[in-house]
């Protein structure tokens, strides 16, 4: 560690690992050109990466490594070319999702208020397409929509409710794949997350839950296609439930502090306690029963995988609930810390 006490360097590395606080050791380690010190800084700009959430380039990076993380960070991206074999976020938000609550834990307990609200805003931007996963076999990816749809998807047929966002987007969905990478990435960046909203409209069909018995949270369809009627009744109210549970978070107080915390300004990030009262408003809206008694987080389903010390407890449940299946946080930048520590180690 040339230029610096190489022991109270790697102290104050251990103590930031500790904290999680990655992109501090980045900065730490910055102009280490080789030996340990050099891996452990390119590991460390990696972490910090990641708990930005810096999605873009996840793929291109994890494939430096051959680590059980990067194995899964790749998992947790949306492919780079439209044809991708390996699908990532496309093909299932299981790996997305687990390292969203990680970084939702770790900036907790960073004590960074504006980060965890916008994480918790950004579970929000694909939930009701984590819920119709079950039943797609995939996360709504484009290459795979035409085979799953039909009737009046993408149409500008009248009888269709979508509004004409939910029409574009699920138009470009089905052929957003068939193109040149430049098509595909606006796709990914102007529409994608707006696929869950449309899937949502035909999950909520008035021949699989009747007006009344569940809570009014969005559009519904009274003319649902085809592909939306398939499968038994059981498992379409199931899927109903899963949406009207992600359409009720997205539009929750928790998430409404989003939209009123600005970013680069000197004022109104929210405190700790804001946060705190808005996740007790919101899960008190969660968890109310409904009038036909099936509100997912009630029922004896998929049990949430938390930390001991859950930044917003019930979380991974709600996300668990939703989903269908356990989701808790992650371990990759935990691991990723793991191997930063050890990189400094090998010098010794």
Partial sequence: MTGRDPAGTRALVRSLLDRHWYDAVASLLAGSRTGPEARAA??????????????????????????????????????????????????????LYELM????????????????????????????????????????????????VGGRWGSEDRRCPHSSAQRAT?????????????????YLDRFHSRLGDALAVCAMNHRTVAAGERPEVAQTCPNPCGFAL????????????RVRLALLYVESPLVALRHHAPVGHFFGVPSTAEISRAWVQTWERLSQPWADGCNPLLLDGPPGRPE?????????????????????PGRVLRELGADIRAALDEEL
């Fill in 42 to 95: 390119a590991l460390a700009r990696v972490a910090r990466r990641v708990l930005d959430l810096d999605a873009e380039d996840f793929g291109a990076v994890a494939a430096q490594y051959d680590r059980p993380w990067a194995d899964r960070l790749t998992d947790s991206a949306f492919p780079i070319e439209p044809r991708d074999e390996r699908r990532g976020a496309l093909g299932s938000l299981v790996p």
């Fill in 170 to 186: 699920a138009r470009r969905a089905l052929n957003a794949c068939d193109g040149d990478r430049v098509g595909y990435t606006a």
């Fill in 230 to 241: 398939e499968g038994d009744l059981a498992a379409r109210r199931d899927l109903d439930a």
């Fill in 101 to 148: 609550l990680e970084v939702l834990d770790l900036r907790a307990a960073r004590g960074e208020p504006l980060q965890v609200v916008v994480t918790a805003h950004l579970i929000g931007e694909f939930l009701a397409q984590l819920a119709w996963e079950t039943r797609l076999g995939h996360a709504g990816d484009p290459m795979r929509m035409a085979a799953d």
């Fill in 308 to 328: 001991p010390e859950e930044a917003l407890p019930g979380m991974s449940a709600l996300v668990s609930a939703v989903a269908g299946r356990t989701i808790g």
